[in-house]
């Protein structure tokens, strides 16, 4: 399987002729892997996972695509009928050839009167887990982590803590799009030194950058 990292929370993941494109937003440069991704995968509606005039626009012209999501995005896109799949946690489901687990239920708390939106992460052939705008931590082994590296949701300590649960192989950083070159300096330390502590190496690819993860 190959990783490409399309900027902020948006990576593809690629296996043979089969393309899957996760968290398509605002921020992400995904319009040339959406033109020839088999499937695309939301984890919940906001604008940096969820672009919808432009996901709209792709499957206008691409009548084979289809779209697995959560609750409110699927109820978002309602009137594309059954292109757009609601799915949740528990769920198992074969996407495009690629084996999906689906795990979490919420996102994490914005705001302490405002209750959490839907939030579904994906682990998709067993191999690589796209958390989405969630902590969650998986009721099996995750190989390959894609770590959400600065949020508003998140402080530092929960990346240590998070990387220490879910003891990933790797880890390379996504949602960090808001970020500048001085954040981006402090984030990749924590990273590395989240890594350390496990004895593994954790990284932030480059937007663009593709990694085999059989060599990985």
Sequence with gaps: MRLTKLGHACVQLAEDDRTIVIDPGSFSDAAGALAVADAVLITHEHFDHFDPDGLRAVMAERPELDVWTSRTVAESLADLGGRVHQVGHGDAVTIAGFDVHVYGEEHEILHPDVPPIPNTGFLVDGEVFHPGDALTVPAEPVPT???????????????????????????????????????????????????????????RLDPGTTVDLATA
């Design 145 to 203: 982590l894609c770590l959400p590296g600065n949020a508003p949701w998140m402080k530092i300590p929960e990346l240590y803590t998070y990387t220490r649960e879910v003891r990933p192989e790797r880890a390379f950083v996504i949602h960090d799009g808001a970020l500048n070159d001085l954040g981006l300096t402090v984030m990749k330390a924590h990273v590395a030194r989240a890594g350390e502590e496990l004895g593994k190496e954790f990284t």
